[in-house]
Nanobody, 120 residues
Framework: QVQLVESGGGLVQAGGSLRLSCAVS????????VGWDVQGLGHRGMITRM??????EYAESVKGRFTVSVDKSKNMIFLQMNNLKAEDSGTYIC???????????????WGQGTQVVVSS
């Protein structure tokens, strides 16, 4: 079971920035991909998905403002959020997808989430 723990959430004014972190219990080199979801009033669902060796995707609402990155040496996933808006408020949840051996299917794992509140 892959475990993920997020940190870095908090209260920020509109126009400000936050950097979220996610620690993964297994090597990112064994993962098929990683990303971030959000559960909020303004947006629910995928924020960004990074498929290793494949495409990098962002939700339209965050393109140009949010950037996902990884540090494979530390098994960390990051989300840099700039020019935050009130509608970005929500619980941000990191996820990792791991290929099931001998198949073309993945198992998905999520953290508990970290809260982001953007005041207008």
């Amino acid at each position: 079971q892959v475990q993920l723990v997020e940190s870095g959430g908090g209260l920020v004014q509109a126009g400000g920035s936050l950097r979220l972190s996610c620690a993964v219990s297994e090597s990112l080199s064994s993962m098929h991909g990683v990303g971030w979801d959000v559960q909020g009033l303004g947006h629910r669902g995928m924020i960004t998905r990074m498929t290793f060796g494949g495409p990098l995707e962002y939700a339209e609402s965050v393109k140009g403002r949010f950037t996902v990155s990884v540090d494979k040496s530390k098994n960390m996933i990051f989300l840099q959020m700039n020019n935050l808006k009130a509608e970005d408020s929500g619980t941000y949840i990191c996820f990792a997808s791991k290929r099931n051996p001998g198949t073309y299917t993945n198992s998905h794992f999520w953290g508990q989430g970290t809260q982001v509140v953007v005041s207008s």
